[in-house]
Structures are given as C-alpha cells and as structure tokens.
C-alpha cells in the first residue's frame, strides 16, 4: 500500500501526511506475533488504514485541514486512534478534509483538493473525501471518516465505497476535533459492507472519555452482515421517504435508485412510502445549528494554545508598547482560517447574539425536534429507510467553490439523519446511465438499529 500511495497519490492527493516507517514498524509487530503463534489481536490486525485528519495521533501532524493548525504534534491519541491500534490495525497516515469537516467536495481544504480516482477531474466528495479516494484508489482498504452532516456517506456516494455514520455517540469523539459536537460522529469506511462492519466493531462501543457515549456495547454488525448473506432481507419493511428523491436530484441518481428498490422488492423486503413533511426544513435547520456550534468550538484556536500564530502589522504593530493578545488573535485568525470557516464563524455569532438566539438558533432546534419525530412516525412503519446518497453524481474540480448554497445541497439527503442522530450508511448501487459515476444507496435505521442497517446493505455485496 505504501508503494501504490508512492505511485498515485501525487495524482490523487488523498494523504496529507504518510506514516511510512511507523507503519511498516507496526506491521512487522503483527507479522512477529503471528510467527510467535501469538493469536491476533483482532480480524484486522495487520490490514493497513487511512485516518483522517481531524482524529489525533500522538506524535503524528494535525491539521484539519486548516493553516491554524499547520506545525501542531498532538499529545495523545484519539480513543478511536488508540482501539486502532491495540486491535494491531496499520495506520498508514493521515488524509485530507475540507478544512475542519466544512464542506462537501474536499476543495476547502488549506492543503490543496483530493481527486477523484474514478475521474481526476472532478471532486472526491467532503469533507472526507481524502479517506474515500484512498479507499477508491487502492491505497487502503480501510479508513476511518467523521461524519456531521453526510462527510463520510457522500464522499462514499461519489467514489463507489462505502461509509457508516453510527449513531450519535456510538463511536467515541474523544481526541476528534470538533465540529459540531451535537452532530459530530465518526465511522468506518471501506471498499465492502463485511469491511466497513469489521471496522465499526473495532472502533464502537462506550468510552468514559466522551460523555455523549453510549453506555453500551456495539451493535453485532459483523454478525448481521453474515446473516444478510444467508438470510437475505425478506420479510423486512423498507421505507422509501418521499421527501428524498424528486426535485433537486440528477435523473441518473434516480435511476439507479428505482433500480436498488427493485432489486430489495425482488429479494423478498416490503416496499413501504413513507412521508417526513418537515425534511424540507432540514438544510436551514442544520446551517444554523452547525454554524453556532462551530463558532464556539473553533474559540479555541486563540493563537495561544495551537500551531500558528501570526504577529499583528499595519496600525496594531506601529503603536508604540506592547500588542495585545487580542491584536495578536485576530491577525492568527485572520490568516489562519479559510473563507468558508469564517462564514461559518460569523453567522454562527450571529445566530446566537442575544437579540437573535429565539428567532434562529431556538427556532432551529424547535424544528430538529419535528425531524426528529418525522423518524418516529417513519421507523413506526418500516424497520429502515433509503434514499439516494448525494442528490448528484461526482461534480468538476471548481464548478461549485464560489457557491455555497449549490455545495450545501450535496448533503440534502443526508443532513436529516444527522439531526436527529439515527445511523445511516452507503453502499454503492451501481453506476449512473447519464455520467457514468458512481452512485450511493443511503441506508438509514433507528437509533442504536445499525444490525438491520448493515443486513440491508449486505444486499448490495
Ligand atoms: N458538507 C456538510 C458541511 O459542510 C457536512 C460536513 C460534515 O459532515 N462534516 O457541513
């Protein structure tokens, strides 16, 4: 894998930093054991990953994808980082994201684009589109994504992987820099559903370090993708919401979604239509949401405590006397954060100002509550629910960067899930008639459902 990244990440650009001698380290300890007759630490012991860039490593460069960042060594691992490693799993090194997981082509990143594998010329899909076109390129077989309003089931969408967002604290976020942290989920990614289900056992489950964690075990996703083999989906209820296809999605998409229909109708499942009226309020409610709680996680980058820091010119550095920490905050600011971080920063300040709190950001959590119980009505009816991944197949590098309401609507599918913490994943369902591209099934389920989740998605194996 080390060679294969030599040879077309200079193309691909999915890594932002490779770990090439720790892993061979690592891989060589695994080879030892084995030798030793020692049993394997886990099934994925010795089976190289790629780790975005917004989970911590110790000793290894962060950035999120962010200049703000640029130099810093973390301390310590991630919870997810540290199951990784004890389950003897080879961390071949970090990948790159739109910076600080805001967006959806990857193009935000400080670092410069990843390209699509299936075409250089267009976007892997973001924000973790380096963990995605990794998978697609074949420079590993597993990788690890976060995921806040669709960043690991879009980018699987357009590459033809397939990613799982567990349910909201299913997966420690401890050592995960955060976005959103009422949204924020990390998950597995890989090239099969057996794959990705292997990874989501090693990564889930409670961790005291995160206290929106689970104080449960991981759901047997292994187990359920085997019995998906053998047992199929007949007899299972599938919701078809309504609200999800139509308008705003690519005639090619729904193509091959009337296609994945067909083929669970034929596999025995109960094809059921269900309605969520309030999904059209889903995009305003998540970009007041995730805005206002991004404005008070990225407080932290100060200038004081991580990576740059950027000396004041101009009037602040010609008065005579000292600078203030605040001059010196906002010149790190300023050229640390990127244009689409800072538009998220000012209308998330906006949002929660004291004279626009109730108007905006309480009348958008009143709504998560409606999505919310839209699910409820809908799980009533059907075990799961699908829809199309992304609403468009992979789009060209730069058709989208000075628009950002047509980059918003890339997560169309995916934001409702997320607001209301169910797990949802997505598999490929084949190659659409009008691009050409790769197209993804969204799987969603209820809360703590991801066995009937992963039984369904093992249908498209
Ligand atoms: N594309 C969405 C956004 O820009 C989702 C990002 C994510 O899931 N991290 O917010």
Same mark, same amino acid.
């Not at 919870?79 to 600080?100: H, P, Q, S, Y």
């Not at 932290?300 to 010119?313: Q, S």
């Not at 905006?360 to 409820?376: C, H, M, N, P, W």
């Given at each position: 894998h080390l060679d294969r990244i030599a040879a077309v990440d200079g193309a691909v650009h999915a890594f932002l930093h490779v770990s090439g001698e720790s892993a061979l380290a690592q891989a060589a300890a695994v080879d030892q054991q084995v030798a030793a007759g020692e049993p394997?630490?886990?099934?994925?012991?010795?089976?190289?990953?790629?780790?975005?860039?917004?989970?911590?490593?110790?000793?290894?460069?962060?950035?999120?994808?962010?200049?703000?960042?640029?130099?810093?060594?973390?301390?310590?691992?991630?919870?997810?980082?540290? +199951?990784?490693?004890?389950?003897?799993?080879?961390?071949?090194?970090?990948?790159?994201?739109?910076?600080?997981?805001?967006?959806?082509?990857t193009e935000n990143s400080a670092y410069g684009p990843t390209r699509n594998p299936w075409d250089l010329s267009r976007i892997p899909g973001g924000s973790g589109g380096g963990s995605a076109a990794a998978l697609a390129a074949f420079e590993a077989p597993l990788a690890i994504g976060t995921d806040t309003g669709g960043s690991i089931r879009q980018p699987a969408a357009v590459t033809g992987t397939v990613g799982a967002k567990p349910t909201y604290g299913g997966v420690s976020r401890y050592g995960v820099i955060s976005l959103a942290s009422s949204l924020d989920q990390v998950g597995p990614c890989a090239r099969t559903v057996l794959d990705t289900a292997l990874?989501?056992?090693?990564i889930g489950g409670h961790d005291p370090h995160d206290s929106t964690s689970i104080p449960a075990p991981v759901p047997a996703v292994v187990d359920a993708v085997r019995r998906g083999a053998t047992e199929g989906v007949a007899g299972m209820r599938i919701g078809v919401v309504r609200q999800l296809s139509?308008?705003?999605?690519?005639?090619?998409?729904?193509?091959?979604?009337?296609?994945?229909?067909?083929?669970? +109708?034929?596999a025995g499942a109960e094809i059921v239509e269900v309605d969520?009226?309030?999904?059209?309020?889903?995009?305003?409610?998540?970009?007041?949401?995730?805005?206002?709680?991004?404005?008070?996680?990225?407080?932290?980058?100060?200038?004081?405590?991580?990576?740059?820091?950027?000396?004041?010119?101009?009037?602040?550095?010609?008065k005579a006397g000292p600078v203030s920490a605040e001059q010196v905050m906002s010149a790190t600011r300023g050229a640390g954060f990127g244009a689409e971080v800072k538009r998220r920063i000012i209308l998330g300040t906006y949002a929660l100002?004291?004279?626009?709190?109730?108007?905006?950001?309480?009348?958008?959590?009143?709504?998560?509550?409606?999505?919310?119980?839209?699910?409820?009505a809908a799980f009533a009816a059907a075990d799961v629910l699908i829809s199309p991944s992304s609403p468009v197949t992979a789009f060209g590098i730069g058709e989208k960067v000075d628009n950002p309401m047509a980059m918003y609507l890339n997560d169309l599918a995916t934001i409702p899930g997320s607001l209301a913490g169910i797990p949802a994943m997505s598999v490929p369902s084949g190659l659409a008639s009008d691009t050409g591209l790769?197209?993804?099934?969204?799987?969603?389920?209820?809360?703590?459902?991801?066995?009937?989740?992963y039984q369904v998605a093992s249908a498209f194996e």
């Open positions: 394997a630490a886990s099934p994925l012991a010795g089976v190289p990953l790629a780790l975005k860039d917004i989970l911590v490593q110790q000793g290894v460069p962060t950035t999120a994808g962010s200049k703000i960042l640029e130099g810093w060594i973390p301390p310590y691992d991630a919870t997810v980082t540290r +199951r990784l490693l004890d389950a003897g799993v080879v961390i071949l090194g970090k990948t790159n994201l739109d910076e600080f997981a805001m967006g959806s082509s990874l989501h056992e090693v139509g308008e705003g999605y690519q005639p090619g998409v729904l193509e091959s979604f009337a296609a994945a229909v067909e083929t669970l +109708r034929a969520c009226p309030h999904f059209q309020y889903a995009l305003a409610t998540y970009y007041l949401i995730l805005p206002s709680e991004c404005s008070s996680n990225l407080a932290r980058f100060d200038a004081m405590r991580y990576g740059l820091r950027v000396e004041p010119t101009g009037a602040a550095a010609r100002s004291a004279g626009y709190y109730d108007a905006y950001y309480g009348s958008a959590q009143k709504v998560r509550t409606l999505i919310k119980q839209d699910f409820e790769p197209v993804g099934l969204q799987i969603m389920a209820p809360a703590l459902g991801e066995t009937a989740m």
